[in-house]
């Protein structure tokens, strides 16, 4: 009974051993041998004691020279391998497992290492030490020797700047509302400061300023530690992390100077540590505000600014039957405040009855539909409401006149001269150009020399208005030689907002009589500034100028189009301006210019333009009156050529600026230099504009026709030749021509 037993232990025994052997990944037979250490090396990463960023990439390799390695641990200490605490590496739960070969490791880099300045700017440092720790672990669970790197994390701290309000001017107080957002942009540099990415969050502060404010927010930060806001995540719903309202929740006193300041925290811990005006700083006052600024802007009358309510309107008077257009946008930026509604209205009864404005407030109604009127006074009343409640209202009144355009023909003497002694006729007298175009005028049917002449240098300066209606079509005169006359200030483009507190202004009423289908002939002496160049807002711009990117002068490439609501541009269907003398550019780009080689010696009919051909009547030339070309005369062939030229699209510089002809431009006439190796040689010099050649006013007898216009004086060249044209306008104009009592005369006045 024993021994049977001991005979079923042993069997129960082995087949155990056997079980566990087989379920046992290492089976081992004979004699058991000890477990070799497996080794580890670095690959890659930074070299010992280098600086890098904060993103760390580390590459690495293990071996088992008796199995093999199952997988890896790791773990990042601060300190250098000297410095750093024992502690941070003992006991397996300070280890992270990994069975990858290689991780980027992001660390903090926190610590203070002063500033440094890239391109003008100053950037605050961060760094800190760190050893990388990585060892290799077996099939069996024995662990390699450790291998290290030691390096420095750094890291540029990340900044914000406060982008609303507008900070026109860092450093100086800027009065804003009561209530105020303010509104910011975070950058975070990685390793240079385009190199970047989003903060990670944000803080601000708001409070007293002082004139040691700025240099205890940058050497002493830690006074003002307690006066900052929670971190806020940058993206936090709501914009939260990006804009904050300031007066809501706090009183601010009226009166007196405060700093907003916002600070930026990055990924790695880093926070901005230099405070700049320029940037992240504002200074500021709570003031009770007038209201926004409201900026109504129109076609043909100019821009006009309101602020606040002080009931002041801007006056226009313009004619029956005129398109009104208007739109506008307000603007509450200057103080921290936003646009929330509009509202307008014509002719409101009661401003304070929501039902009497053409609309209800709300903050799509930046423009009003067109409207025409034909008699009376209205008034359009815009308004525009803040985020605050404060309030501007705008107020347009327009005055109608009707238009009449009973009579034929006006001629504006816009050429101011003197009775001089002629020596070497370079101008004419007062008396000489009085007559050419008196005998000019007089062979249109209806022209009365002492009712239908307007002379600007013995009247009210320029003609009302109202009594340019009266006519249907007009010859304006004009001379670049004296700032007197009155074309330069009609013309001229205004490009910036006119003050509601001027209560009527003058606007290029020109434009307007075109566009309600009146007629003109402008011409006059027009080099330097004159011409159509007094389009410009200042007379000393560079030619040949592009209109519709060159308005208030030369620039490089076509930033914007402003341009093209100039008189010249849209009305004249001018792409580009030229002139034989004014200031003329300088550059590579520019061919050789001299007034001696670019002087007109004549003009010739350009029958390539149906229009022009239309008319076989005009002069296949235009020459110079041969009293202006005697010997010794300033306008001597072999002195110079005719100087008081403006040209119009010269081919070398519509190719250079990539410029198009506008189908409404004809040319009529272009110029023989002087010397034909000119860019100016077949460049235009007189042609019609047909871009309201299609509109028939609105008065009995009136017809559609073409307008026209000369860049030179017509007075200085042959006299047949001058009536032929002027017969060929007025035929086009349907205006009847007077039967000539004989030849016009080539005597001057006496």
């Known amino acids: 009974m024993h021994r049977r037993f001991i005979t079923l232990a042993t069997l129960i025994l082995a087949a155990g051993l056997i079980s566990y052997l087989g379920c046992t990944e290492d089976i081992y037979l004979g004699i058991y041998e000890e477990n070799e250490q497996p080794v580890i090396h670095l690959t890659n990463g930074p070299l010992e004691g280098d600086t890098t960023e904060y993103h760390v990439n580390f590459f690495w390799v293990g071996y088992d020279p008796d199995g093999r390695v199952d997988y890896y641990e790791w773990i990042m200490v601060s300190g250098d391998p000297i410095g750093f605490d024992p502690d941070d590496t003992t006991g397996l739960d300070k280890w992270n497992p990994i069975v990858r070969t290689d991780s980027i490791f992001t660390v903090k880099a926190d610590d203070p290492g002063g500033t440094v300045e890239i ?56 009065i804003l509302n009561p209530i105020v957002t303010f509104e910011w942009d975070g950058k975070d540099p990685i390793d240079t400061p385009w190199n970047y990415q989003d903060i990670d969050s944000i803080r601000f502060l708001v409070d007293y300023y002082t004139v040691y404010t700025m240099g205890n927010l940058n050497e002493h930060p830690e006074e003002y530690e307690l006066k900052w806001s929670p971190w806020i995540w940058y993206h ?32 790695a811990g880093a926070i901005t540590s230099v405070f700049d005006f320029r940037t992240n700083v504002f200074l500021f006052m709570p003031l009770d ?49 936003y646009i929330s509604t509009y509202r307008y209205g014509w002719d409101v009864a009661d401003l304070s009855k929501p039902e009497d404005w053409d609309v209800y407030p709300g903050p799509q109604h930046t423009s009003c539909p067109t409207k025409k009127y034909y008699m009376g006074v209205h008034t359009l009343y815009i308004e525009t409401e803040d985020n605050f409640g404060n309030i501007t209202l705008g107020q347009i009144e327009v005055s109608i006149f009707p238009i009449l ?48 002449v307007f002379d600007c240098s013995h009247s009210a300066f320029y003609p009302d208005l109202e009594h340019i209606v009266k006519y249907k079509n007009i010859i304006w005169t004009y001379s670049s030689e004296y700032r007197t006359t009155v074309w330069d200030d009609i013309v001229q483009f ?25 007629h003109l002939w402008t011409l006059g002496k027009s080099d330097r500034g004159g011409g159509l160049a007094a389009v410009q807002a200042s007379l000393g711009q560079q030619y040949p100028i592009n209109l519709r990117c060159e ?63 239309s008319h076989p009547e005009l002069p296949e030339r235009i020459e110079l009156w041969d009293k202006i070309t005697e010997p010794d005369n300033y306008f001597d062939p072999e002195e110079r050529g005719f100087l008081y030229v403006e040209a119009y699209n010269p081919q070398y510089w519509m190719m250079k600026s990539y410029s198009r002809t506008q189908s409404c431009f004809h040319p009529m006439y272009r110029m023989r230099a002087r010397n034909t190796n000119s860019c100016l040689n077949n460049a235009v010099v007189a042609f019609w504009t047909t871009k309201y050649a ?46 000539s009592s004989g030849e016009p005369s080539d005597q001057p006045a006496q």
């Not at 910036?496 to 309600?516: G, H, P, Q, V």
């Open 119 to 174: 391109d003008g700017n100053l950037y605050g440092k961060y760094e800190r030490t760190y050893t990388f720790f990585v060892r290799a672990v077996d099939n069996r669970g024995m662990r390699s020797e450790a291998a290290h790197r030691s390096f420095t994390a750094f890291n540029l701290a990340p900044y914000a700047v406060i982008t609303f309000p507008r900070n026109t001017r860092p450093g100086q107080t800027q």
């Open 236 to 267: 936090t719903q709501g914009d939260s992390g990006k804009s904050t309202i300031i007066g809501d929740d706090e009183v601010l006193r009226l009166n007196r100077i405060y700093f907003f300041a916002v600070q930026a925290m990055d990924e």
């Open 289 to 337: 505000h007038d209201g926004p600024e409201l900026t109504v802007r129109t076609d043909y009358f100019g821009n006009f600014r309101f602020i606040g309510t002080n009931y002041v309107p801007a006056k226009i008077r313009t004619m029956a039957g005129l398109p009104l257009d208007f739109s506008w946008s307000g603007d509450a930026r200057r103080y921290g405040g």
């Open 405 to 452: 355009m009973n009579k034929n023909l006006l001629w504006v003497d816009d050429f101011p001269s003197g009775e001089f002694h002629q020596e070497i006729w370079a101008m004419p007298r007062e008396s000489e150009h009085d007559r050419f175009w008196i005998d000019i005028c007089s062979r249109a049917e209806g022209f009365d020399p002492d009712n239908d």
């Open 494 to 518: 205004v490009g910036d907002y006119r003050d509601n507190r001027i209560e009527e202004i003058t606007f290029n009423y020109l434009a307007t009589y075109l566009r309600m289908g009146g």
């Open 551 to 613: 308005i208030f002068g030369p620039t490089s490439g076509c930033p914007d189009t402003i341009g093209t609501a100039c008189m010249a541009y849209r009305e004249y269907c001018i792409s580009v301006l030229d002139k034989v003398r004014g200031n003329i550019r300088s550059g590579i780009d520019v061919p050789y210019r001299h007034v001696d080689r670019d002087g007109m010696s004549y003009c010739y009919k350009d029958d390539s333009d149906p229009l022009t051909l």
């Open 694 to 739: 299609h509109i028939v006013a609105e008065a009995p007898g009136t017809v559609a026709a073409p307008s026209v216009h000369f860049g030179f004086p017509l007075w200085f060249f042959n006299r047949s030749q001058a009536n032929l044209i002027a017969d060929a306008i007025f035929k086009e104009w349907q205006i009847k021509p007077v039967m």
